[in-house]
């Protein structure tokens, strides 16, 4: 069976992009806090959504609605209403981070499909299977802290279906459980879906070096010809004891593509795309290559040579905890 | 994909020297009116700026003698075109084939940013909304500015295409190659 | 309100490990957490010692608990997982993989690194067996107040982190051993050498965070002086307060002087202040804008 790639989209034109690129599935989310991406400008309302879930089944592919932050105390309701909306517009599932959601929509939503988000930082199959046999979660978004082998090992413990990222962006800390962004900037992953917002960002270009503030914390500094990274709190440049660097991790993003054969044999189901705050044109590429990959894989050809690096953050990437040497 | 690396074309220099001696004001008074159009034909872009829809931006090609201040003003957008690096509170500047090239989808704005050919500086989260909500609109400014000259639509068209493949400069939306 | 001494999340040798029980046994607090938190390659060097402060703390009239690792990954971090339930006192959940892992009706506490934001999912938990919940240190007032209500309904104890570096992230990578070169396998535990966490500063040399092998905690050090008495009237029955390696006990009995009435409000952060200038304080997750702010009357 062909691996199943499965694409971000910001906005339904990303979406639109993403399917005739060859997207198998998409996903995406409600345009307000229910999801880790609720950035400025993008996400879809109701009818959007509705339409995007429409154009993906004329063109055969699914959309999966990622409603992965944690309920706020009060106004559970927000997100309940994410809930009984995406399987309204047709959603293939749900992406959820939360037991108290995950109770809720296994009680209340019985025949929806039910994902376990990367913000649940879901790392053995202990734990997996508990997601499972507690709410009858179907599928997984791996934490991005494990290497193949483990990735095996939990596969061959369970019959939950497993989704890992293979490229965009890469969270150092195990998702869901940092509040790094909102200790410098009081909002959060977790409570906002934002990590490092824009609205706390300022750059200062003095013609020399290029500074990029968080909350007033300065993340990088960089000189005039070298490239200019989002000032993404764990991928700063800091200082500890004599050492000064990237002390958590590079500016670099994770591009896997080339790990795949690797990833198919340790069981994985789906390859999941980070980037739904990225362009129309940058998904469509991105999509396009890895479908590329996945339908060579199948088809008992090698694999295309890589050329996404210039897409990535830093112009550098890195294959991640997937090779244990990152730890 | 065939060419991994971006490459990006500077303005024509004759359209550098033109602007530098054409008045700005009858180019404002037409640019606005256009983007009033613009605006009109694609609401979801308007709505997708959210709070961000009275920030004063400044559109600055590096290339070009010119900066564009732009303010979307709840859907009216009022566009000024001053000599110079322009006065706002949030400020993308880069070579024009970069910043068309943004709007039109031709390339990704985290990419041209990250690699340095596009800068932003001010208010990053108005930026932010603003990159989104165009490239949401799939705009196609070329055919925009065609359709807006009504008889004339089909030689301005043919225009726009020589000037295209001349510059370098996206001036339409390139057509999507190897759809699924 | 009680006070509760959350797990070392430090890394510190044996010895010095079993003296703070020692110290903890004569201190003015309700209840101590204690066992690895952070790093399950920690665990075997202090292993051993754990029955006998158990044993210290429980003659000296303490309810103790033993917590799970912060992320489970590896084989043996589910084996130590699962034999935390033979151990005989009760588990404080910090991942659910430890839940995963209890006998079915054991009754268990929750820690400060499971997410509950809500009263969902404190429901759950609590029809799980959770007795006592320890809320994640970035929820605001608003949220401690409506699952304070949200507790009592459902027969549960809250919990704030009330002092201490406050832990922000998690990570599979070591960044102790990533500073020092050196594989995470052969890290030859180069977190023993700060018994607070290493600083991390910005390059403009303002502090900012600290270091902890696999952890990230805050560089300030959380202190909820300034909110004991909207936290009382909440409902929430217990403060957890951090180990920290210079005057815990000393701290420990600050907060007791403050909750009795003996330090009056902005008096136990002057004190604490007193001690130790370096000791920079803060509490923003509560009342703040960010979690790094300091606000006071």
Sequence with gaps: MVMEIVCPAGTPAALRAAVKAGAHTVYCGFNNETNARNFPGLNFDREE???????????????????????????????????????AAGAHAVILADVGLL???????????????VQAAAANADVINMYARDFGVKRVVLPRVLSVPEIAAINAETEVETEVFV?????????????????????????????????HVEYEDDGETLDARLGGYTIHRVGKDEGAPYPTLCKGCFKAGEATGHLFEDPVSLNAEQLIPQLEKAGVTALKIEGRQRSRSYVAQVVRNFRRAVDALDAGQPMPEGFLASLSEGQATTTGAYKKTWR | ?????????????????????????????????????????????????????????????????????????????????????????????????????????????????????????????ATLALRNAIDDAELDLGEEMAGATGPFARQISKLLTFVERKSGVPLTRPQEVDTW | MQLTVGPNQFFWAADRWAELYQELASAPVDRVVLGEQVCSKRLPFFQERIPEAIE?????????????????????????????????????????????????????????LINVYNEGTLNWLAERGATRICLPPELPMESVEVLCKAAQDAGVEIEVWGHGRLPLAISGRCYHARMHKRAKDNCQFACEDDPDGLDVRTLEDQPFLAMNGVQTLSDTYA???????????????????????????????????????????????????????????????????????????
């Design chain 3, 223 to 297: 202190c909820a002086d300034e909110q004991i008495e909207a936290l009382t009237s909440a409902g929430v029955t217990a403060l957890r307060l951090s180990p920290q390696s210079k005057g815990f006990a000393e701290i420990c009995g600050l907060y007791r002087q403050r909750l009795g009435g003996d330090l009056g409000r902005g008096a136990l952060a002057e004190a604490l202040r007193a001690m130790d200038s370096e000791m920079r304080l803060s509490n923003g997750f509560l009342t703040g804008k960010t979690g790094v702010e300091w606000a006071a009357e």
């Design chain 1, 167 to 199: 490229f965009g962006g890469l969270c150092v800390m195990a998702e869901g459980r940092c509040s790094l962004s909102s200790y410098a900037t009081g909002l959060s992953p977790n409570m906002n879906g934002v990590c490092s917002p824009a609205s």
């Design chain 1, 49 to 87: 959504m509705i339409e995007g879930v429409a154009f993906a089944k004329a063109h055969g592919s699914k959309v999966l609605v990622a409603i992965n932050t944690f309920p706020r105390a009060g106004a559970e309701h927000i997100w309940h209403e994410a809930v009984a909306d995406a399987q």
């Design chain 1, 103 to 117: 109770a809720y929509a296994a009680k209340n939503h019985p025949n929806l499909r039910l994902h376990l988000s």
């Design chain 2, 1 to 125: 994909m065939s060419d991994p690396q971006i490459s990006i074309p500077t303005a024509p220099r004759v359209l550098a020297s033109a602007l530098k001696y054409v008045p700005l004001a009858p180019l404002s008074l037409i640019l606005s009116s256009y983007a009033c159009r613009v605006a009109k034909n694609h609401p979801s872009m308007m709505r997708r700026l959210g709070e961000h829809n009275k920030t004063d931006f400044v559109l600055d090609p590096t290339d070009l003698p010119i900066s564009i201040e732009m303010n979307p003003n709840r859907g009216y957008p009022r566009i000024t075109v001053v000599r110079g690096n322009g006065q706002g509170t949030a400020r993308i500047a880069g070579p024009l084939a970069a910043l068309m090239g943004l709007v039109h989808g031709a390339f990704d704005g985290d990419a041209l940013f990250f690699s340095r050919d596009l800068v932003i500086e001010g208010d990053t989260a």
């Design chain 3, 56 to 112: 210290v703390l429980q003659a000296a009239g303490k309810d103790v608990m033993l917590t799970s690792l912060a992320l489970v990954t590896l084989k043996r971090e589910r084996k130590q997982t699962d034999a935390l339930a033979e151990m005989g006192v009760s588990v404080e959940v910090n991942d659910l993989t430890a839940l995963a892992n209890l006998p079915e009706g054991m009754a268990f506490t929750v820690g400060p």
